[in-house]
C-alpha cells in the first residue's frame, strides 16, 4: 500500500509502497557509514624533528583504524627528519622555505583521501585516537572535529592546566571561535579547499593557523569540539624562559584572531 505525503507546495506526493510497520527510507539519510582507514590523510609539518618523530610515527602504526596515508612536510630540516620519515614508511614532501602554515597548506594539498588530519612530530597519539577523531564525520554536515592537548609532563600543575585549557576550549566553543589544535583535528578535504585553507590573504600565518581555518569553516558546516579526545605532546615550549613568550604570544594572537576582524572573514 502507497502512502502519502504532502509536499513544500501543499500537493500530496506518492511514494513507494512499503511493508505495513516498516520505517520509510529517507531517501537524503543524514549519516554515512563510518570512517576507514582508507578515506584517511594524516599530516605532520616537521623542522629539525629527527628525536621527537619516530614517537610520532611509531603510535601511528599501532591505530585501530589502519590503511591511512601518512605525509610528512619536512620544513627546512637540517638534520635528518627526512630520512627517519622515510624509514618509517610515510610519504615526505620537502618544503624549502620554513614556516608552519606554509608546511601544513602543503601536506594539505597533497592529500588525496576525503579526510585530512593533522598531528605534530612530537605528538603521542592513543591507539583509538584516529577512530574517535573521525567519529563525528558520519554526520553529513561536519566538516571538521577537534580535541585537546595534554602535556607529557606529570604532576599537579600539570593536570590543573590541562583542566583550564580544556574549559577554556569549551567557553570559546559555546562563544562560537573554535580553538581548533594543530595536532589533534581532522577537516573535510572538500570543505578545506572551500574556504581556502590556512590561507590568509597572501600568505599562511606561522600562529593560530589551525583556529584560523575552525573560524573559516563555520560558514560551511558544523565544526565539532571533543573535549575527552587529548593528544599527548612535548612541553618543550613551555621550559624555563620559553614559557612566558610563548604563553604572551598566543594571547595575543586569539585576542587578534578569535576577536578581532579575521574572526568574521
Given amino acids: 500500500m ?22 520509510p527510507r529517507d531517501p537524503f539519510p543524514r549519516l554515512l557509514p563510518p570512517a576507514a582507514g582508507a ?19 611509531s603510535r ?4 585501530t583504524l589502519q590503511g591511512f596515508e601518512v605525509i610528512v612536510v619536512d620544513s627546512a630540516s637540517a638534520d635528518g627528519t627526512h630520512a627517519v620519515a622515510e624509514a618509517f614508511g610515510a610519504r615526505v614532501i620537502r618544503v624549502d622555505q620554513p614556516g608552519v602554515g606554509l608546511a601544513r597548506q602543503t601536506g594539505f594539498n ?22 574517535h ?10 566538516v571538521c572535529a577537534f580535541g585537546t592537548l595534554r ?39 572538500e570543505a578545506f579547499h572551500a574556504v581556502g585553507g590556512f590561507a590568509a590573504g ?28 587529548a593528544m599527548v605532546v612535548s612541553a618543550r615550549s ?6 612566558f613568550s610563548y604563553l604572551a604570544r598566543n594571547t595575543r594572537s586569539y585576542f587578534r584572531v578569535c576577536w578581532g576582524q579575521t574572526a568574521h572573514r
Fill in 133 to 142: 577523531l573521525v567519529a563525528p564525520f558520519r554526520d553529513r554536515g561536519t
Fill in 151 to 189: 602535556l607529557s609532563k606529570v604532576g599537579a600543575l600539570v593536570s590543573v592546566g590541562h583542566g583550564l585549557f580544556r574549559a577554556f576550549q569549551r567557553v570559546n566553543y559555546l562563544l562560537r571561535r573554535p580553538i581548533c589544535c594543530g595536532p589533534n583535528f581532522a577537516v573535510r578535504a
Fill in 238 to 243: 613551555l621550559t624555563g624562559s620559553k614559557a
Fill in 2 to 23: 502507497a502512502y502519502v505525503t504532502r509536499s513544500r507546495r501543499g500537493k500530496p506526493e506518492d511514494r513507494a509502497p512499503t511493508e505495513r510497520g516498516a520505517v
Fill in 39 to 57: 578515506d584517511i590523510a594524516v599530516v605532520i609539518p616537521a623542522r629539525d624533528e629527527e628525536e621527537r618523530l619516530p614517537g610520532c610515527l
Fill in 202 to 229: 597572501d600568505s599562511y600565518p606561522n600562529e593560530a593557523e589551525d583556529v584560523r581555518l575552525a573560524l573559516k569553516l563555520r560558514s560551511v558546516g558544523s565544526v565539532v569540539y571533543l573535549p575527552r579526545l
Fill in 60 to 63: 601511528l602504526r599501532l591505530q
Fill in 110 to 131: 597533497a592529500a588525496r583521501r576525503r579526510l585530512i588530519v593533522s598531528t605534530d612530530a612530537d605528538a603521542l597519539p592513543a591507539p583509538d585516537w584516529l577512530e
